[in-house]
């Protein structure tokens, strides 16, 4: 049962979304000012925060996703900005290698941070506006089996589909994500909400 508190923050986190949403849709010109208010709150009352995503297997964000892959619900963010993404959090985002695929990986440094090399050969340097830097959780892979910043650099944060919020590895093996502690708070009512195991499930591949 969800309290009515967890409700009003589910309901105050959608709102801003909604708003978020649909002004972003007429900078660029996909509504205009008369119908702004309705895509505002057909994104309200229609809408959702988050999406299911299946992602495929392997060592590098082991045993957040199974090295046969899983279900992971993914929470929406209008925005995507230091202000919404926080380092340490987990993001689905477009392979930088293989556009048409999605990986998940952690957020390790974001715009402004200055990045240093274990190899003495390599210049420091600092990362651009919106620009990130992703890690995978498995320190123990080389750059290249982990396919991380370390082998493709710094990446867009327009490249971030959304942050991931809970994970299905089987119908028996699931549960939150670790994310950052300010992220698993503003998370927490949507996850409260939204969260339906048995339809990632039926989402699952396995």
């Known amino acids: 049962m969800v309290s009515l508190s967890t409700w009003f923050r589910y309901a105050a986190h959608k709102f801003e979304y909604s708003i978020s949403l649909s002004w972003k849709k007429y900078t660029v010109g996909q509504i205009n000012s008369t119908e702004m208010t309705d895509a505002i709150w057909k994104s309200f009352f229609q809408g959702k925060l988050t999406f299911p995503q299946w992602i495929k297997g392997g060592e590098a964000m082991a045993p957040v996703v199974a090295p046969t892959g899983g279900t992971v619900l993914v929470r ?20 930088p290698e293989k556009s048409d695929d999605l990986i998940v990986r952690r957020l390790a440094a974001v715009q402004g941070y200055e990045m240093v090399s274990t190899d003495e050969k390599d ?3 600092v990362l651009d506006k919106d620009e990130c830097w992703v890690m995978a959780d498995n320190q123990e892979l ?28 089987t119908a ?11 992220a698993m708070f503003q998370d927490s009512p949507v996850l409260a909400v939204e969260l339906d195991v048995e339809e990632m499930v039926k989402n699952n591949k396995m």
């Open 76 to 95: 929406k963010l209008a925005t995507l900005s230091p202000k919404e993404l926080f380092v340490g959090d987990i993001v689905l985002l477009k392979d």
């Open 123 to 125: 210049e420091p340097f």
């Open 172 to 182: 028996v093996d699931h549960g939150p994500v670790d994310n950052s502690r300010v």
């Open 142 to 169: 080389k750059a290249k089996e982990a396919r991380d910043s370390r082998l493709f650099g710094p990446v867009p944060m327009t490249d971030i589909v959304g942050r991931v919020i809970y994970s299905l590895r």
